[in-house]
């Protein structure tokens, strides 16, 4: 069987990390290419890329002679394959469509340090990052937590899961939004994790699984930090 290449910058835990977590869990090996390897090495992978489908961006897997990008897209490859997704396919859409909307959450905490343009230093866009900021706390984390709440709870029979009775990808993913968030929020995310009590007490049975945590505990998962998605600016903590 073909190895598995993750591609993705190396230092940060971004979005790659949502695919890291399903390797973790399902107990794949699989090649860290920005940890394995060099900066070159995943500056060369990408500009090499000469397939008629090209990714956009990393994260993407190469796996044999297959390119994925995007992380909904490659968690719904490996879903399929290592037993993170239901075999129905209903239960397999539904699947994805958490993780598109967990995808969704992780662009907007993104755009409160850079809500005008990726290119720009933070610094470059303070006042504009607060007002971001404030709605995101205020509004948007709390809406968004709040329907996975809701679901959580719609899945009467599930014992704290989000689809079906067993772990998927998207409790995964949702674990590390929850992380993520009250790394850059842990005043605002302490507020509503509180009031969504089944995301919290989901996020903490993913944390305890036997291979998620000997994960957490090692030296390969990268820590939180200033360059990635999730950004701890106490300004910005609403």
């Known amino acids: 069987m073909a190895a598995y290449e993750l591609f993705y910058w190396p230092g940060l835990q971004g979005r790659g990390e949502f695919v890291r977590l399903a390797f973790e869990e399902a107990g794949v090996a699989y090649r860290d290419v920005a940890k394995d390897g060099s900066v070159a090495e995943v500056a060369d992978g990408f500009g090499n890329v000469d397939l008629a489908t090209p990714p956009f961006a990393p994260p993407f897997l190469k796996h044999g002679k297959r390119v994925i990008g995007q992380t909904a897209a490659i968690l ?40 005008i343009a990726s290119r720009l230093y933070y610094e470059d866009q303070m006042p504009e990052a607060k ?4 709605d995101f706390c205020r509004q948007r984390m709390p809406k968004f937590l709040g329907w996975f709440e809701t679901v959580l709870e719609r899945n009467a029979n599930g014992r704290g899961h989000l689809v079906g009775a067993r772990v998927t990808y998207a409790e995964l993913s949702l674990f590390q939004l929850v992380a993520g968030l009250s790394y850059a929020f842990p005043k605002a995310s302490r507020r509503v994790l509180q009031k969504t009590s089944r995301v919290a007490a989901l996020a903490e049975a993913v944390a305890a699984r036997p291979r998620i945590a000997a994960y957490l505990a090692s030296e390969r998962r990268i820590p939180f930090n200033e360059l990635g998605i999730f950004r701890r600016y106490p300004e910005l903590d609403l």
């Not at 075999?87 to 993104?110: P, S, Y």
């Not at 007002?131 to 404030?134: H, L, N, Y």
Request: aromatic residues 4%.
């Open 76 to 115: 719904l490859y490996l879903g399929d394959r290592h037993g993170l997704a239901p075999k129905a396919e209903t239960g397999r859409l539904w699947t994805h469509q958490l993780q598109l909307t967990i995808g969704d959450v992780v662009t907007e905490a993104h755009d409160t340090h850079h809500p």
């Open 131 to 134: 007002r971001r900021a404030e």
